[in-house]
């Protein structure tokens, strides 16, 4: 059964009269895409939590745990104060007449107070369109920020504010893809934003295998020799794309992994893709952007990387900041000819503007208060309590997993997730196969039936042939889902042995 169906299993048509529609004349490239984490297991997890809603105590669990997606505030995380009283004030601008009340009743500080009045001077009200790319103000913010970060400058007018990274994403493969031919390198394992848009614009993915064995490194081998075969195929390569740190393998790429896919996007003339939304999530090592190192490469080496195309994309959704309801994020173009710029513009324009409130949380995230401030003592601890929480769970699935029969998975690095190897054993494949079902996604359903623990079967984002993965969040809090899973697992080996 396809994802669609599954989601609206239950309904049926009232009428037996044809429509205009059906499943076989719509665009043939939905149907074709795939996005696991949203996909069945979701659903059947949501109606498990329905049940539960609705009293239901036959259930062999007390709550539906969703680890299958990086949405942290459906789980623990508590807003950070400074980013909502700021948004509670844009969107509310007649709370700024009486400022006292809001400090002394509601405790809002001054720099609250005098960030809401500079952001409506920007966009004058949330609920009118703004600037295509985003207003002016937020984006020199945005600017300022990644000047901050990487140590050479950004140009406002690169800048592109958008409805979270996806949707910059898109944007993006859409300039790109220019016909069936076009082929867009991916890293397998991969978030799926990436397949299916490409099978949306009926586009071809080149698939290039991360080294599991390698802590889930990037291999610049494995890209040169996908593009040798794609180009035998007669796929016209145009960009590669690199989730750093990654999704769902959490591997941070070095200084040197970063510049070794710049040679080659350079020797291949190939644009570069970094998908950047978990820079903040690191827990190993330092976040290097793909813009700071090309800067470095181009001063170090004038003339070698000026043509290098690069586009970088950032998000509120993920990090510390966890706002993926608002639907914020940018991404910054990096050498594009001005007339291809001019078409983005064109292309983004046709949306009219990425939401507004979402483009004044942007700015708090890229301009939080700053030591001295008076919000900057309270943003800091819960800023701070966020990233050790985050790292905590980390570390106690990762120990959990150890302790699980057949179960392998690399040290947590970054970003939201682990995605263990799961040795199956074999009776357990072939009762799989009887249901027509990969054997990580059997494992999954399982799991959830038994635990109400939703995780994502490694076949959705793509594995090497033959293994089995698993991905989960470590957002969820407390110990007892993890204990569910470690005893749910105890009992799958010990029932298909
Ligand atoms: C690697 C990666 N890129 C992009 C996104 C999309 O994020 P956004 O909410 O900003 O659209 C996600 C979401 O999980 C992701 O994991």
Redesign the pocket.
């Given at each position: 059964m396809t994802q669609t169906t599954v989601a609206y299993a239950k309904r049926t048509l009232t009428t037996t009269q044809p429509r205009c529609l059906n499943i076989d004349n719509i665009n043939p490239h939905i149907r074709a895409a795939k996005y696991a984490v949203r996909g069945e297991l979701a659903v059947k997890a949501e109606e498990y939590r329905q049940r539960l809603a609705d009293g239901d105590k036959s259930l062999p669990f007390d709550s539906v745990i969703f680890a299958n997606?990086?949405n942290p505030q459906q789980l623990d995380q508590k807003p950070i104060t400074f980013f909502r009283q700021v948004l509670s004030l844009v969107e509310n601008p007649l709370l700024l007449e009486n400022p006292e009340a809001l400090k002394n009743s509601f405790g809002y500080k001054q720099d609250v107070i005098d960030r809401a009045q500079t952001l409506l001077a920007n966009v004058q009200s949330v609920g009118a369109y703004s600037h295509s790319q985003g207003a002016p103000g937020i984006r020199k913010s945005v600017a300022k920020f990644i000047e901050e970060r990487d140590g050479f400058a950004a140009d406002p007018q690169d800048l592109f504010l958008t409805a979270?990274?996806?949707?910059g994403?898109s944007t993006l493969l859409n300039v790109i893809c220019n016909d069936s031919n076009a082929g867009v390198l991916v890293p397998i394992p991969q978030?799926p934003?990436y397949t299916a848009t490409l099978a949306l614009l009926n586009a071809q993915c080149v698939p290039y295998l991360l080294e599991e064995e390698k802590s889930w490194g990037t291999n610049v081998n494995a890209i040169t020799q996908s593009i040798k075969e794609a180009k035998a195929a007669g796929t016209n390569v145009r960009a590669v794309v690199v989730?750093n740190p990654g999704?769902p393998t959490g591997a941070s790429l070095t200084a040197d992994d970063i510049k070794k896919v710049i040679d080659v996007a350079a020797e291949e003339k190939l644009v570069v893709m970094a998908?950047e939304?978990?820079q903040t999530n690191v827990f190993e090592g330092e976040f290097v952007s793909f813009k700071k190192r090309l800067r470095q490469l181009q001063k170090e080496q004038p003339g070698k990387y000026d043509a290098v195309e690069l586009v970088s994309?950032h998000?509120?959704?993920?990090g510390m900041v966890g706002e993926?309801g608002h639907?914020g994020?940018f991404f910054e173009l990096v050498g594009f000819d001005p007339q291809v710029q001019e078409q983005i513009y064109k292309l983004v324009s046709i949306g009219l503007c990425p939401p507004v409130v979402a483009q004044c949380l942007l700015e708090t995230m890229v301009n939080p208060p700053r030591a001295g401030d008076p919000s900057f003592e309270l943003y800091e601890k819960e800023y701070n309590g966020i990233r050790d929480g985050l790292q905590k769970r980390a570390f106690a699935l990762y120990d959990a997993f150890q302790r699980m029969e057949g179960v392998e998975c690399q040290k947590p690095q970054g970003a939201m997730y682990l995605f263990p190897t799961i040795n199956l054993p074999n009776k357990a494949i072939e009762a799989a196969q009887a249901e027509g079902r990969p054997a990580d996604e059997f494992y999954c359903l399982k799991m959830l039936d038994a635990t109400g623990v939703c995780a994502v079967p490694g076949s959705g984002f793509g594995q090497k042939e033959g293994t089995f993965h698993f991905r989960t969040t470590f957002l969820a809090p407390g110990t007892d889902w993890v204990e569910r899973i470690v005893k749910f697992h105890s009992e799958f080996m010990n029932q298909y042995r």
């Open positions: 997606i990086g979270g990274a996806s949707s994403v978030y934003l989730i999704n998908d939304v978990y994309f998000s509120t959704s993920k993926c639907r994020g």
